[in-house]
């Protein structure tokens, strides 16, 4: 009995500690894939799977998952962030593409671990000025949204090797101004539209 309850003590003090993965471990995670499956082991969820769900705002249960490293809200109808959503402090990987966002709060530029951040295919008309702060961003996927213009600030996202604006009509010189400012990612554009010309 002893045995069995220091085995349950030490597994249920590092569950439930919070933990930031490496990436080999993020890969290897269960993946949850509904709240309810999750709300039963709340320490346990380090990654959580909720595309296609047809939620139509951020679910307030989410900030339970204090260990969360991984979501994926894709494919909703998710029109904006919690000012709570920062609270996943632990959170590196974030995919919020084809729902219905239009901005990029503040908020989530206090997810400093985020290594991954996928919004494409939404309607985001800019980025705040505040993306400086995700140092360890390696991923940015911005594909078929509405920015007209990139902050200057994105020169310090020193991590930062991958940058996906296709679909977006920006005109050469701002292509060449947002490929300077980020020299070591690779950056993807669609050609320049010459349409009318």
């Known amino acids: 009995m002893r045995a069995f309850l220091l085995v349950l003590l030490l597994f249920g003090w590092t569950s439930l500690s919070a933990q ?13 894939r509904s709240i309810e499956q999750a709300l039963k082991t709340p320490a346990l969820v380090q990654r959580l799977d909720l ?10 249960e989410l900030r339970q998952f204090t260990n969360l490293n991984a979501l994926d809200l894709s494919g909703n109808k998710i029109k904006e962030f919690p000012a709570w959503f920062s609270d996943l402090q632990y959170l590196q990987e974030l ?20 290594k991954r951040l996928d ?4 309607a985001i008309t ?9 140092k360890e961003l390696v991923s940015l996927d911005l594909w078929s949204n509405d920015i007209a213009e990139v902050p200057e600030e994105i020169k310090d996202l020193d991590a ?28 993807y554009f669609s050609p320049p539209c010459n349409c009318g010309m």
Do not use: Y
């Open 20 to 32: 930031l993965l490496d990436a080999i471990a993020l890969d290897s995670v269960r993946t949850f």
């Open 51 to 60: 595309s296609g769900a047809k939620l139509k705002v951020m679910p307030e």
């Open 95 to 114: 995919r919020v593409s084809r729902n219905k966002l239009e901005t990029i709060p503040a908020t989530l530029c206090r997810l400093k671990h985020l």
């Open 119 to 122: 919004l494409s295919r939404n």
């Open 126 to 134: 800019g980025l705040p000025e505040c993306v400086g702060k995700w």
């Open 160 to 187: 930062l090797r991958f940058l996906d604006l296709r679909a977006i009509m920006f005109e050469q010189p701002e292509m060449d101004r947002i490929s300077e400012l980020v020299p070591k990612a690779k950056v």
